[in-house]
C-alpha cells in the first residue's frame, strides 16, 4: 500500500514538472495522464492522423456523464476522432467512470487523470465541465467548448468540415 501511494505522488510530481515544458499555444497540449491501468499516457501517443477531441470532465457532473453518452450515441461518426478524456480525480473515479460507460471498447478513446498537476485545466483556464477542444488531424485548434456552449450536433458538424 505505501509502495503504490509513493509511485502515484512520485507520478504525480513528475507530471507536474514534466507537463510544463513543449507547451505551443493553438496545438494540442502536452498532457500526460494516467489511466486506470496504472500506465501514464501521453498526448504524443495520440494518434495524429485524425481529428483530436480533448474532453476535460468530473466522472461525478450529470452534464459530463449526458456529454459522454451522446458521443457514444454518435460512435460510428466518431470512430475516426481520437478522444482524450482527463479529470483531475484520482484514478478509482476514471476506473469507475471506465466501466459505467464501458469505454474499454471504444479503441479511440483515452481515460484518464491528470490528478493534482492540473496542467490542462489551468492551461485553458476550466471552470466548468465538460469543456472540449477539437484539434484537426495535424493537432492545430479548431474550436473550444465551454459547459454551456457544449453541442454534440455543432461537433459533429465542425468535424465534417475537417
Do not use: W
Request: net charge neutral.
Amino acid at each position: 500500500m505505501k509502495v503504490k501511494l509513493i509511485f502515484s505522488l512520485f507520478v504525480f510530481v513528475l507530471l507536474i514538472f514534466d507537463n510544463n515544458s513543449n507547451a505551443q499555444s493553438g496545438k494540442v497540449p502536452p498532457f500526460r495522464i494516467i489511466q486506470p491501468n496504472g500506465k501514464i499516457f501521453k498526448a504524443e501517443n495520440l494518434p495524429f492522423e485524425k481529428p483530436i477531441l480533448i474532453v476535460y470532465f468530473s466522472p461525478d457532473c450529470e452534464d459530463c456523464q449526458e456529454f459522454t453518452e451522446g458521443l457514444l450515441a454518435h460512435n460510428m461518426e466518431l470512430k475516426n476522432v481520437s478522444i482524450a478524456l482527463i479529470t483531475y480525480l484520482p484514478v478509482e473515479f476514471v476506473t469507475q467512470f471506465v466501466a459505467k460507460n464501458n469505454l474499454k471498447v471504444y479503441p479511440n478513446i483515452y481515460v484518464g487523470t491528470e490528478g493534482n498537476s492540473l496542467f490542462i485545466k489551468n492551461y485553458y483556464g476550466i471552470e466548468q465541465f465538460p469543456f472540449v477542444v477539437l484539434f484537426n488531424e495535424n493537432g492545430d485548434l479548431i474550436k473550444k467548448y465551454s459547459n454551456r456552449e457544449v453541442n454534440i450536433n455543432d461537433l459533429l458538424i465542425q468535424l465534417k468540415k475537417l
